[in-house]
Nanobody, 125 residues
Framework: QVHLVESGGGLVQTGGSLRLSCAASGRTFSSSTMGWFRQAPGKEREFIAAIRWTSGMSTYADSVKGRFTISRDNVKNTAYVQMNSLKPEDTAVYYC??????????????????WGQGTQVTVSS
């Protein structure tokens, strides 16, 4: 079992920045990948970024590429997403997830075994 806890959400103005954290505990070695997703009201959960725990290899959705940066601290078992140049359309609940996904399927929600509770990000215009 892996337990994930997100933090760092909040209210920010357009153009501002936030850094989300996802602290993992439990059998963290059983998961090779950490992913970040978001879900806006009335919309499906959307992939944002993913990172491999060991290699640090990462990938991003086109909607956030160049603005968001995913990283991880293997000692702290914590993953981060630095979000810059935020836009109102980035408003959503943000979730981290852990799983042993193939790299081709890191954007697929069903590939992840564990999810955090989510943290709200609101970007005001």
């Amino acid at each position: 079992q892996v337990h994930l806890v997100e933090s760092g959400g909040g209210l920010v103005q357009t153009g501002g920045s936030l850094r989300l954290s996802c602290a993992a505990s439990g059998r963290t070695f059983s998961s090779s990948t950490m992913g970040w997703f978001r879900q806006a009201p009335g919309k499906e959960r959307e992939f944002i970024a993913a990172i491999r725990w060991t290699s640090g290899m990462s990938t991003y959705a086109d909607s956030v590429k160049g603005r968001f940066t995913i990283s991880r601290d293997n000692v702290k078992n914590t993953a981060y997403v630095q979000m810059n140049s935020l836009k109102p359309e980035d408003t959503a609940v943000y979730y981290c997830a852990a799983g042993t996904t193939s790299w081709r399927r890191v954007a697929v929600t069903s590939e992840y075994d564990y999810w955090g509770q989510g943290t709200q990000v609101t970007v005001s215009s």
